[in-house]
Nanobody
Framework: QVQLVESGGGLVQAGGSLRLSCAASGSIFRIAAMGWYRQAPGKQRELVAAIARVGVTNYADSVKGRFTISGINAKNTVYLQMNSLQPEDTAVYYC????????????WGQGTQVTVSS
């Protein structure tokens, strides 16, 4: 099993920045990729950004050029640097870990609230 602990959420004004962290523990050697998802009220959970152990990254179109995902190999922690935040970025952000050889959604963190005021 893998445990994921997120931190770094909060309230910020539009145009501001936040950095989210997700620390993984447990069977970390079996993690194939980690990512950040978000869910706004009344909406489905969506992928924000993901990074594989080999370093390949993937971003939602809505955050390209503003958000950067990094980490995964060093300290078993993944970061999401969020710049130029907008009110539409307001959501609960969840960390996710996909496991080698295991189907399904993988493991989830408890979520951290990000609120962007206009």
């Amino acid at each position: 099993q893998v445990q994921l602990v997120e931190s770094g959420g909060g309230l910020v004004q539009a145009g501001g920045s936040l950095r989210l962290s997700c620390a993984a523990s447990g069977s970390i050697f079996r993690i194939a990729a980690m990512g950040w998802y978000r869910q706004a009220p009344g909406k489905q959970r969506e992928l924000v950004a993901a990074i594989a152990r080999v370093g390949v990254t993937n971003y939602a179109d809505s955050v390209k050029g503003r958000f950067t995902i990094s980490g995964i190999n060093a300290k078993n922690t993944v970061y999401l640097q969020m710049n130029s935040l907008q009110p539409e970025d307001t959501a609960v952000y969840y960390c996710n870990a996909k496991m080698l050889g295991l189907p399904g959604e993988g493991y989830w963190g408890q979520g951290t609230q990000v609120t962007v005021s206009s």
